[in-house]
């Protein structure tokens, strides 16, 4: 049984850090595509980050340069760091695992598990 398992998320000034991790069980990382979602209210679930399991990262346009997504295998956990943080950065973000390789943006309905959630806000 898979589970994904998110921590980390709150409240942050516009600028600040912020790490969110995510533990995994009962998945082979060499086998799956790890990434970050993020939705807000209203919007669509959107692809943020992801690394597969030759360690290939990829990210969207809007968090180049400024969130680094990355794991520790010892721990079975995916991290999130995000730097320089924006309000538009504000949502709940979900650990997502996908079957296979990826080194591009990953659709929603690629995703074969979801954690449930955790909430940044980023305020002004």
């Known amino acids: 049984q898979v589970q994904l398992v998110e921590s980390g998320g709150g409240l942050v000034q516009a600028g600040g850090s912020l790490r969110l991790s995510c533990v995994y069980s009962?998945?082979?990382?060499?086998?799956?595509?790890m990434g970050w979602f993020r939705q807000t209210p209203g919007k669509e679930r959107e692809f943020v980050a992801s690394?597969?399991?030759?360690?290939?990262?990829y990210y969207t346009d809007s968090v180049k340069g400024r969130f680094t997504i990355s794991r520790d295998n010892a721990k079975n956990t995916l991290y999130v760091e995000m730097n320089s943080l924006k309000t538009e950065d504000t949502a709940v973000y979900y650990c997502?695992?996908?079957?296979?390789?990826?080194?591009?943006?990953?659709?929603?309905?690629?995703?074969?598990?979801w954690g449930k959630g955790a909430l940044v806000t980023v305020s002004s």
């Open positions: 009962g998945l082979t990382f060499s086998t799956y595509t």
């Open positions: 997502a695992a996908t079957f296979g390789y990826y080194a591009r943006s990953i659709r929603v309905d690629d995703v074969g598990y």
């Open positions: 690394m597969n399991g030759r360690d290939i990262t």
